[in-house]
């Protein structure tokens, strides 16, 4: 399984962003699928995630209301979209890919086995 990231870009505080994921072999629309960011300094960290049938969403607290993940089975691509975008958003985003069929999506990097080559946002105040 291969996941290409892309979207990411340099924003001003406030703007948006599209990010996508695209799968490409092995399984995709059996699988949970979820975003990950790493900022400057920190450890990766969760952002969001998505069962497999698209049905249930899961955020961390600080982008609730402000990002939403979403999926097309038919295409094999994730989507992450970024509105009121925060200098503190700034990181390397990477999508991944969970292990187990029909997994529900959640915020254990453990339960993903494939992960994509990462995005750069930068959002600058």
């Known amino acids: 399984v291969q996941l290409q990231a892309s979207g990411g870009g340099s924003v001003q505080a406030g703007g948006s962003l599209r990010l996508s994921c695209a799968a490409s072999g092995g399984s995709f629309s059996s699988r949970g699928m979820g975003w990950f960011r790493q900022r400057p300094g920190k450890e990766r960290e969760f952002v969001a995630a998505?069962?497999?049938?698209?049905?249930?969403?899961y955020y961390v607290d600080s982008v609730k209301g402000r990002f939403t993940i979403s999926r097309d089975n038919a295409k094999k691509t994730v989507f992450l979209q970024m509105i009121s975008l925060k200098p503190e958003d700034t990181a390397v985003y990477y999508c991944?890919?969970?292990?187990?069929?029909?997994?529900?999506?959640?915020?254990?990097?453990?339960?993903?086995?494939?992960w994509g080559q990462g995005t750069l946002v930068t959002v600058s105040s």
């Open positions: 998505i069962n497999w049938s698209g049905s249930s969403t």
């Open positions: 991944g890919r969970q292990s187990s069929r029909f997994s529900g999506g959640n915020d254990d990097a453990q339960s993903y086995d494939y």
